[in-house]
């Protein structure tokens, strides 16, 4: 059965739903997505005061979810799609598939903290190759940006995760995020001259996204 789009304008669609029932209705250039991070009740000022424990949908973000749900996805959608880029955080990445490069986020003035030190850098996965037709890109970048406050524990910082997916892809290509969230790909893309498909679980967020989505101009926090 084809499932409904909860939103669709300008190219880009959003499904509410469970990914897995909605894949295989998709076929897209490139998957751009930060998955959940299996982080389950963490500690910590800066993650109590985004709520990154309390991530609102149905489903426990634990290192067995990850491993049972997130990464078969990721797997494949690495089989049937020749450009996929994820940023599943540091604690899980033994979990998926080896990567054809690797990158991070590095954040210079990271407050958080790990056992052994400062949380400064995010890893970036990167499986296939860029549809720019070259490799002259970089696979890693500096944040100094801050993510919009939203309301949704993980937003990515904007400016950083578009000019990643400019690096990765070309207008008019479709860009696929299954583990939307707050719809930080799907407004990147649109911006971009891109179209895109999200699926979010948690219909709070793709309401979030929607909102986001309709805005004139993007927010520059």
Request: aromatic letters at 8%; charged letters at 20%.
């Amino acid at each position: 059965m084809t499932m409904q789009p909860y939103y669709e304008a300008g190219g880009i669609t959003i499904y509410l739903g469970d990914c897995r029932d909605v894949l295989p209705q998709i076929q897209a250039d490139v998957v751009l997505t930060d998955p959940p991070y299996g982080i389950g009740n963490v500690t910590g000022s800066i993650t109590r005061a985004r709520g990154k424990s309390n991530y609102q949908a149905a489903f426990s973000d634990d290192r067995a979810y990850v491993k049972a749900a997130v990464v078969p996805v990721i797997s494949a959608l690495i089989a049937r799609v020749s450009c996929v880029v994820l940023t599943p955080g540091g604690k899980n990445i033994d979990l998926y598939p080896p990567n054809d490069s690797l990158g991070v986020f590095y954040q210079p003035a990271a407050a958080g903290m790990q056992t052994f030190g400062h949380a400064d850098a995010q890893p970036i996965l990167y499986y296939g190759k860029n549809k720019l037709g070259h490799n002259l890109i970089p696979c890693s970048y500096r944040l100094t940006e801050a993510p919009p406050i939203l309301d949704h524990p993980c937003v990515k910082p904007f400016r950083a995760w578009r000019r990643l997916l400019s690096n990765i892809a070309r207008p008019g290509m479709l860009i696929l995020d299954p583990f939307m969230g707050s719809g930080t790909t799907l407004r990147a893309a649109k911006d971009l001259g891109m179209r895109a498909v999200g699926i979010e679980i948690e219909e709070r967020y793709c309401d979030l996204a929607a909102r986001r989505l309709q805005q004139e101009v993007m927010e520059l926090l």
